[in-house]
């Protein structure tokens, strides 16, 4: 059953002064100490699961020992452990105020100690994959000035490295640090408060580039330490925002949705999150069902042309709106967000809402843009710069539909749970998924799709919607329309039809941004093994790939080792 509690208040851990410091050598005893203390705490993150505990403690000894060999014996640390996420419903739309659906999965560990000075050095357990980086924070940061616009600052020192062959891994460490040393900055440039240096040591088993939120889970864990050994008091609800700014340090304009996550995961359960206000409720899988997550092995990556496609999608959101409140001025003190455009918020019918979208240019220019928003060229030319103009346009009328009707579907989980209506969350996985296609088969043939809307379309629709015939009308509801946000590969549609074409399947779709990562899949408990049968006779072994495909299970999110 869907929990009635909205339990922003009960993770307390952030607004504590330090207690927990430990020698490396008593951890290291306490972890292999059997019914433990450090037991104790695993049991509250992976609750019954021994194989995940098992794999934890393992996991946490190794960051403990290789922060011995590495930075020297007889140090007391602080443990913190940070997690990834999977997204089941609520696709693109957080940055857009639409509510999310994640579990937390896997784990990333931090072994970290306090400096004298304000130098971090970053360590990973995997060094051959993450080669030692160290940074000063001072040197980062504007000498003898605040910054006043974090995200123009932002912007700009992206820009200066932007034509680097990689972000390297530290780039999500910085974003944590170096963002709360703005906000402890005083107007004329002086530290109200002097972030404390670290010695860190990491190590996760978050697949990197695999739409499992991997830089979020470490921008968290290193914003935890911050927090903890610089005693900072803040309010869940505020580090969720905060975390969300800081991650745009790496050219990225998401929202903050992977970051709640991670802060709010419980085990066994799914989150049902809502922003502006944030609100957070949690639900139990019905009995019966599985998730399986299947890595498609292709890297989603965000930068170079990967993160101009994502920030283009950003971009026809924001400008559609702005297009909306110019075209319906009688709806646009109602407009803050797209989450808006929706019939309850407006009081309209779903035939209104299809007008409003028909109002949109299918596709549009720069200059299209500016000659119709010219009163808003200030704010268009700060969205242009986070990426080079699409050359086919924004496609703003299908991007638009997709947000729209994503956030309906992502707000229709919670009934589906409480009622163990699984049949219709699988249908919302799977419509969802079928506005980031990019292919489909026809006839045997993979092929491209087309998820445009053109007039017609949308006057078929509205017909339908006024029609007496329940099936048509049905077939017509909003949250039916899968819009056209086209972030998917070839691969991954791949991935998600071998699932879609498996018993038991009730639906499936990617995970993350897009451009590559994973998909997940839901399927009832006795026909889980034959879908990861089924991905690596067909998808994996033809292209000499190990198969990542897995059956995973909710995890806690991010915690200090208090015990």
Request: charged share 25%; net charge negative.
């Amino acid at each position: 059953m869907l929990s009635e509690a909205k339990h922003l208040g009960e993770r307390k851990l952030m607004a504590v002064e330090i207690s927990d410091w430990r020698p490396v050598s008593d951890w290291i005893a306490l972890i292999k100490e059997a019914n433990s203390a450090f037991d104790n705490r695993l049991d509250q993150i992976y609750g019954d699961n021994e194989d995940l505990k098992r794999e934890a403690a393992q996991m946490c000894l190794r960051s403990l020992e290789e922060f011995t060999d590495r930075y020297g014996a007889d140090r007391s640390v602080i443990i913190v452990r940070s997690a990834g996420r999977v997204n089941l419903l609520g696709t693109h739309i957080d940055h857009r105020g639409g509510s999310v659906n994640p579990v937390c999965v896997k784990q990333m560990w931090l072994v970290v100690e306090p400096r004298d000075d304000d130098r971090v050095l970053a360590k990973n357990v995997e060094s051959n994959r993450f080669p030692d980086e160290q940074f000063r924070i001072s040197a980062c940061l504007p000498a003898g000035e605040k910054i006043r616009d974090w995200d123009t600052w932002c912007h700009n020192e992206f820009e200066k490295r932007k034509h680097e062959t990689s972000v390297t891994w530290s780039n999500y460490i910085r974003a944590a640090v170096l963002y709360f040393q703005h906000l402890n900055t005083k107007g004329d440039g002086t530290f109200a408060r002097t972030i404390k240096g670290m010695n860190m040591m990491v190590y996760g088993n978050v697949p990197i580039a695999a739409g499992l939120g991997s830089s979020s889970a470490l921008v968290m864990v290193a914003a935890e330490a911050v927090i903890r050994i610089n005693a900072i008091q803040i309010e869940p609800a505020d580090l969720v925002e905060h975390a969300g700014f800081a991650e745009w340090y790496v050219g990225t304009r998401g929202g903050c949705s992977d970051h709640a996550a991670i802060i709010f995961g419980k085990p066994g359960t799914i989150l049902h999150i809502k922003a502006f206000p944030l609100m957070v409720e949690d639900a139990a899988l019905p009995a019966g069902y599985s998730f399986v997550l299947a890595n498609s092995g292709i890297e989603a990556k965000k930068q170079a042309g990967a993160r101009d496609v994502f920030n283009s999608r950003v971009a026809a959101y924001i400008f559609g709106l702005m297009m909306l409140r110019k075209n319906f001025p009688e709806y646009a003190g109602k407009l803050e967000r797209l989450r808006d455009v929706n019939p309850e918020r407006l009081g309209v019918d779903e035939s209104q809402i299809y007008r409003m979208v028909k109002s949109l240019p299918a596709s549009v220019s720069r200059a299209d843009i500016l000659e119709f928003l010219p009163e808003r060229e200030q704010k268009i030319r700060r969205v242009f710069r986070s990426h080079d103009e699409p050359e086919q346009g924004y496609h703003i009328r299908q991007i638009c539909l997709y947000g729209i009707a994503e956030c309906i579907r992502a707000e229709m989980v919670p009934q589906c749970l409480r009622t163990g209506d699984m049949k219709t969350f699988g249908e919302l996985m799977s419509i969802s998924h079928d506005g980031d296609r990019v292919t489909k088969v026809v006839d045997g043939k993979r092929i491209p799709t087309d998820n445009s809307y053109p007039d017609a379309r949308i006057d078929a629709l509205i017909s339908d919607l006024k029609s007496a015939d329940p099936r048509r009308v049905s077939q017509a509801r909003l949250w039916r329309q899968n819009g056209g946000y086209n972030v998917s590969l070839p691969e991954i549609d791949m991935l998600v039809d071998i699932a879609l074409m498996t018993p038991g399947v009730l639906g499936a779709g990617l995970v993350g941004a897009g451009m590559g990562g994973s998909i997940v899949a839901v399927v009832e408990d006795k026909h889980a093994r034959q879908l990861i049968e089924n991905m690596a006779e067909q998808y994996y072994r033809p292209r000499n790939l190990q198969v990542e495909a897995e059956i995973i299970t909710p995890v806690g999110g991010l915690c200090t080792m208090d015990v």
